[in-house]
């Protein structure tokens, strides 16, 4: 993870790259009853943090802004789950996982850190 702050556009194009990513895992999954399943699912909650995000962005207000990273961050956190499911299921290899996982972990620790900070703000600390 980066320690510099990152711009607002940055983080959205990170999401953005997120989901190309998310797409991809999605495409190379089996043909299988449960493989459709999961590439269904893996690609509504993987594809669903940028434009939340980019929404929370253009929020009217600081609650509102809360709100939309807390929905990005909840599907980020779905996300996760279907990657494991993938893995534990032998979906597909390990080490084809590895990097997308890693990701996401990175982008649930950014956002959850902006979603803590701003209810902090929201609550005037």
Not at 42 to 66: H, I, K, Q, W
């Amino acid at each position: 993870m980066r320690n510099e702050q990152m711009t607002s556009e940055e983080l959205e194009d990170r999401l953005i790259d997120f989901a190309v990513r998310i797409g991809k895992v999605a495409d190379a999954l089996p043909d299988t009853r449960l493989g459709q399943h999961i590439a269904g699912q893996l690609v509504r909650s993987g594809t669903s943090p940028a434009p939340n995000y980019s929404e929370g962005c253009a929020a009217e207000s600081r609650r509102d802004f809360a709100h939309k990273l807390s929905i990005s961050l909840k599907e980020l956190r779905e996300t996760k789950t279907w990657l494991r499911l993938i893995r534990k299921a032998d979906l597909l290899p390990a080490q084809r996982l590895h990097a997308i996982t890693d990701e996401t972990d990175q982008l649930c620790a950014i956002l959850s850190q902006s979603v803590h900070t701003a209810k902090e703000k929201i609550r005037g600390r």
